[in-house]
Antibody, heavy 120, light 107 residues
Framework: EVQLVQSGAEVKKPGESLKISCKGSGYSFTSYWIGWVRQMPGKGLEWMGIIYPGDSDTRYSPSFQGQVTISADKSISTAYLQWSSLKASDTAMYYC?????????????WGQGTLVTVSS | EIVLTQSPDFQSVTPKEKVTITCRASQSIGSSLHWYQQKPDQSPKLLIKYASQSISGVPSRFSGSGSGTDFTLTINSLEAEDAAAYYCHQSSSFPLTFGGGTKVEIK
């Protein structure tokens, strides 16, 4: 069974750093892309970026380029989304999703989401 | 960047009614358009891929059509469990983008 399990909710202060994770199982982790999607409170879905764990090829949305870093550790089938200095506006739910680049970049399996709250 | 414009933003519908949601792309994307359903407090779920291709396990009342710049998601005979937000998503080119979403409420 394909599963993406994300790390738990986080409460941070502005200026702090954070790294959240998404662990894949039930499939070949290095053969599929993992994308990250932001959903701010009460708002829609925003595509942030995507990584291919097989060779770490990474693409970012211009809106998020330079604001976050996407990485992956294929040895433990885990993708990451990290911030070096959080802002209150980073408060949101973050989802990871598996994408089969061979058949198309759509999210066929999704993680349960990680809620990030940034507040002083 | 390809902009996807969904309409309507909100729709209140009685059970068994037909629902139609449209998604317009700012430039031609062929059939690289996918639809998701997101119920309250849940992760998004893939409903339709490549404009009209069905997904295993998704009820047959959900269907998609369109190509180029204009796409439609249709829910035939709406059921109470279909109360959710619906999003279109393009994979024609990076950056991938989502439409703004359509919230469907059951009257």
């Amino acid at each position: 069974e394909v599963q993406l399990v994300q790390s738990g909710a986080e409460v941070k202060k502005p200026g702090e750093s954070l790294k959240i994770s998404c662990k894949g199982s039930g499939y070949s982790f290095t053969s599929y892309w993992i994308g990250w999607v932001r959903q701010m409170p009460g708002k829609g879905l925003e595509w942030m970026g995507i990584i291919y764990p097989g060779d770490s090829d990474t693409r970012y949305s211009p809106s998020f380029q330079g604001q976050v870093t996407i990485s992956a550790d294929k040895s433990i089938s885990t993708a990451y989304l990290q911030w070096s200095s959080l802002k209150a506006s980073d408060t949101a739910m973050y989802y990871c999703a598996r994408h089969d680049g061979a058949t198309g970049f759509f999210g066929d399996y999704w993680g349960q989401g990680t809620l990030v709250t940034v507040s002083s | 960047e390809i902009v996807l414009t969904q309409s309507p933003d909100f729709q209140s519908v009685t059970p068994k009614e037909k629902v139609t949601i449209t998604c317009r792309a700012s430039q031609s994307i062929g059939s690289s358009l996918h639809w998701y359903q997101q119920k309250p407090d849940q992760s998004p779920k893939l409903l339709i891929k490549y404009a009209s291709q069905s997904i295993s396990g998704v009820p047959s009342r959900f269907s998609g059509s369109g190509s180029g710049t204009d796409f439609t998601l249709t829910i035939n005979s709406l059921e109470a469990e279909d109360a959710a937000a619906y999003y279109c998503h393009q994979s024609s080119s990076f950056p991938l983008t989502f439409g703004g979403g359509t919230k469907v409420e059951i009257k």
